[in-house]
Structure formats: C-alpha cells, structure tokens
C-alpha cells in the first residue's frame, strides 16, 4: 500500500516536497517512480529511482525536480523547485513489480 502526500498550493518559483510511504511489500528492492496527470492530459512518468539509486528524470523536470528514498522508512520522496505552472497535476506514486502498485494521488497546483 502505497500513501501519497505533501501537494498543495503553491506560487511560481516555490517548492514542495512529496513523500510517499510504503507498507507491506519490498520496498527496498524496487524501483519506485514519480508520475503526474494534468487535467484532459495523460499520466506521465516524472522520475524514477532504481532500488540501488539510479536515477531517471523527464525532460520536462530535469535539473528542477529530485527523486530519493529512503529505505529504512519505506518512503519515496520529490522534492520539485522553481515549480511551473504547467507543473499543476495529481502526483502519483508507483511501485514497478510483477504487479505494479500506485498510491492515491496528492494534487499540486502552481499558480503564476
């Protein structure tokens, strides 16, 4: 079970960060990833992070936007800087296996 949080409202050029806790399963083992969905767009990977570190980002976020976990918490996090307006969407958390995972979702708006 994965559980998204730390979205919110937020102006151009600000920051937040988004954790995601993780019960049961192996977390540890897994890659785990950041996605988005804007309104009438597509859900679309954000950044993802190997199990030993290894780290991808969209263009879209790249050099803004960091991945990180921390395995003894069980907790993904994304930390999003110099945040966009376009950045506005529900950001979801995965968890990649045989049988893939995601958390709720927590909203993140960027007003301008």
């Known amino acids: 079970q994965l559980q998204a949080f730390g979205g919110g409202l937020v102006q151009a050029g600000g920051s937040l960060r988004l954790s995601c806790a993780a019960s049961g399963g192996t977390f540890g083992d897994a890659t785990m990833g950041w996605y988005r969905q804007a309104p009438g767009k597509q859900r679309e990977l954000v950044a993802r992070i190997r199990s030993y570190g290894s780290t991808y980002y969209s263009d879209s976020v790249k050099g803004r936007f960091t991945i990180s976990r921390d395995n003894a918490k069980n907790t993904l996090y994304l930390q999003m800087n110099s945040l966009k307006p376009e950045d506005t969407a529900v950001y979801y958390c995965?968890?990649?296996?045989?049988?893939?995972?995601w958390g709720q979702g927590t909203q993140v708006t960027v007003s301008s």
């Open positions: 995965k968890h990649f296996g045989v049988i893939d995972y």
